[in-house]
């Protein structure tokens, strides 16, 4: 046998194993960024199978380009016991109150963290739709598509993941939370879009606003602010973080009493 049949049947094989795994999990977070990463640590910690969907081919979201092509962020004292959770060094600058961290490094930390915890994380899928069921009415997983296919415009049918909760930490477009509003709805969900910078409000109400839209959807992050019309908050990354956590308590929360 060669080399090269041994290298496609070993990946096919190991491939295969997970996605035969990752069927049926206990919660799909669609979105690997500060939230998406914080939460996915927060929830595998507690023993629920999680997977973390990306459609692009690297982690962290808004982190990598840090403030405006600059390799830092900020955060605020509330959330440095998440960073120390997930061993981030940081600094405190004494002149403006604020925590300073490397971008690469707080990528880097939060998808090895999650991944450490026991969450599997799935590059370049692309989550196109979502599963739901009547009476009650709940959502119970999504509807996957490799991005390049997407991309491509090719037509190909795609698969499924059936979850008992799915969380939408996809950032600005809130993505999972549209196709809702979009095709169901008697959901009753409307996404009003995000204003504009207003820091101090938007790093308060995020994360308030942090939970669950209906049962068995979830919203963190900066999908909150498009589903409330709340403010953005640039390059300060408290409420991210603070977000993913707050909506792992949630989930866990509903998901141990047996309701979502």
């Known amino acids: 046998m060669s080399l090269e049949e041994r290298i496609s049947r070993t990946i096919w094989r190991y491939t295969s194993r997970d996605w035969l795994e990752l069927s049926k999990v206990d919660v799909a977070i669609v979105g690997a960024g500060p939230a998406g990463l914080t939460a996915a640590k927060y929830l595998a910690d507690r023993g629920f199978k ?4 990306e459609r692009r081919l690297s982690f962290g979201g808004g982190i990598g380009g840090g403030g405006m092509l600059l390799h830092k962020i900020v955060l605020d004292r509330s959330a440095l ?3 120390e ?3 981030v060094r940081y600094v405190e600058d004494p002149e403006e109150g604020l925590y300073v961290v490397d971008s690469s490094e707080l990528i880097a930390k939060l998808a ?5 915890a026991g969450a599997k994380v799935i590059l370049g899928v692309q989550v196109e739709d979502v ?3 009547d009476s009650p009415l709940r959502i119970e997983g999504v509807v996957i598509q490799w991005t390049a ?3 491509s415009g090719l037509h190909v049918d795609p698969l499924f993941i ?3 909760a799915v969380v939408d930490c996809t950032g600005h477009d809130a993505e999972v939370v549209r196709v809702v509003s979009k095709k169901i709805p008697k ?5 009003m879009g995000e204003s504009s910078a207003y820091a101090e409000v938007s790093e308060k109400v995020v994360v308030e606003r942090t939970g669950r839209l209906m049962p068995g959807l979830y919203v963190a992050g900066m999908s909150v602010a498009a589903v409330y019309g709340l403010p953005r908050m640039g390059p300060i990354f408290s409420a991210m973080l603070l977000s993913g956590r707050r909506v792992a308590e949630v989930v866990a929360e509903d998901l141990s009493r047996g309701s979502s």
């Open 50 to 53: 999680v997977v973390v969907l």
């Open 81 to 83: 016991g998440i960073l």
């Open 85 to 87: 959770d997930f061993r």
């Open 112 to 116: 090895s963290g999650a991944i450490d």
């Open 131 to 133: 599963i739901y069921r």
């Open 149 to 151: 296919v997407t991309m």
């Open 162 to 164: 059936t979850s008992r």
């Open 187 to 191: 959901a009753g969900l409307q996404l």
